[in-house]
């Protein structure tokens, strides 16, 4: 699987604005329902169900990003929207420091394997400190998705 298989390039923003975290949640899924990848009468449910896992333990898991998830109904694959708060929010991160990169992570119910490999890939490219930052310092859609192609194509000659 690869972060291109999973993120819908409609689903992207360079600059999420001066938001709440909760907001960061609810624009990040308003983008995948304008796509048509999420129906708009899950909307709520989705937001609800990130909310409740973030309720549990913070998904910003430090230097700067997280990733809020969920596993919906409905869904037959794992879909993905990535957002960017320059000037960061406050996500309750493990390091305690502001989120400056979101990526909103929704994967089949009924499918823990498709999430588990979803993650994987996502974490494995958020754990890399060169690309945390080209994600944060990408000022366009157009540079979110050459670091996500570079990405692909890196993970493909690893």
């Given at each position: ?15 999420l ?30 937001i ?14 430090g ?27 406050d996500?309750?991160?493990?390091d ?57 194509e ?5």
């Open positions: 699987m690869k972060l291109l298989d999973i993120v819908v390039r409609d689903a992207i923003s360079a600059d604005g001066s938001i709440s975290r909760d907001e960061v949640i609810g624009t990040l899924a308003d983008m995948l329902v304008k796509d048509g990848v999420l129906a708009a009468d899950c909307r709520d449910d989705c609800k169900s990130v909310i409740k896992r973030e309720r549990r333990g913070s998904t910003g898991f230097h700067g990003v997280a990733v809020p998830h969920a596993k919906m109904a409905g869904l037959d694959r794992a879909i993905a929207a990535i957002g960017n708060i320059p000037q960061g929010v996500f309750n991160a493990l305690r420091g502001d989120v400056h990169s979101v990526v909103l992570l929704l994967s089949p119910e009924d499918a823990p394997e498709v999430h588990l490999e979803a993650m994987e890939v996502i974490f494995g490219h958020l754990s890399q400190e060169t690309f945390r930052r080209f994600l944060r310092q990408a000022e366009s859609v157009d540079a979110i998705v050459t670091l996500l192609e570079d990405a692909d890196s993970q493909l000659n690893a």
